[in-house]
C-alpha cells in the first residue's frame, strides 16, 4: 500500500464515519480530516454571530470570514474557529439542529471544498495518506481517491448508537433527528449525499467497531495496491 492514499469515507449520520475513519488512520499510520466538523464549525460561528442561519444569503455573506483550522492527527483531531477550540461546542444539539441548513448554502461548500482538497493537497505533499470523512468526500471532494468506502447501518441502530454515545436522550427523537438531516443532505442540489462511483458499500449494522475498522483496513490494502 502506497502511504500517499487518500480514502474517502462517506454515509449518513451514525453509520461510524469518524470512529471507523480514526481507527483506520491510527491503524495505518494515515491522517483523519472529519469534514462534518468542519461545516459543524461554520454553524457555530454563524450561531454566535447572530447570522439568520434559515437566510442562505446572509449565510453566503459571512462564508468566508471564520478562520478555520482543522488538526489531523488521527489520536487526537481538533478544530478551531478564530482560534478557539471549539471541538465540544460544535456537538451541542443547537449545532446539530443548524447544520444541515448551513451545508446546503453553495458559497459555504466552496469555501469548505477549497480547505479540504488543501489539506488533502498538504498530506499529500508531505508523502503522507488520509482518511478523509463526510458526505461527498469520493464524489465531489477527492473523486480520484484511490478507496472509496460507502458506510451506511440501520436507523434504528444508527440512533441507538448515537443516543449511547450523547449519555441521554430518547432514541425516537434522535431517530427522528438523523432521518431529518439525512432527508436535507440527500435532497440538496448541491454535493447530495449519494453513493460515489467506485465506492465499497459496508453495511456496519451487525458489526462491532473492531471489525469494521478490520475490514476497512483489509478493503484499503486490497484496494490501494498500485496507487
Ligand atoms: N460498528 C459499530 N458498532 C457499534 N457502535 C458503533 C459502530 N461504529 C460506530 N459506533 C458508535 O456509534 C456512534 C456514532 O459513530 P460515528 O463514528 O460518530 O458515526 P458518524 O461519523 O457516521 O456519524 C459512536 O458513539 C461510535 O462509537
Ligand atoms: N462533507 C460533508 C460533511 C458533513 N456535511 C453536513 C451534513 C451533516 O448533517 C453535518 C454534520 O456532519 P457530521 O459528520 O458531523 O454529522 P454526524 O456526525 O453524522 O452527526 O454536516 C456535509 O454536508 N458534507
Redesign the pocket.
Known sequence: MSSSVVVAM?G???SG??STSRGVARRLGLRYL???????AITLWMLRHDVDIHDPAAVAAQAETPVLVSGTDPAAPTITVDGDDVADPIRSAEV?AA??PV?TVPAV?TR?LELQRSIIADALAAGTGIVV?????GSV?WPDAAVKLYLTADAAARAAR?TAENGSGSAAATEAD?LR?DA??SS?TT?P?VVPDGAVHLDTTPYGLDEVIDRVVAIVERESVGS
Open positions: 462517506d449518513p449520520s451514525g464515519k469518524s472529519d469534514t462534518g466538523a468542519q461545516f459543524r446539530t447544520v444541515s451545508a461548500r469548505l470523512e463526510g458526505r461527498d468526500i471532494v448515537r438523523l438531516r436535507i443532505d440538496r454535493a449525499l
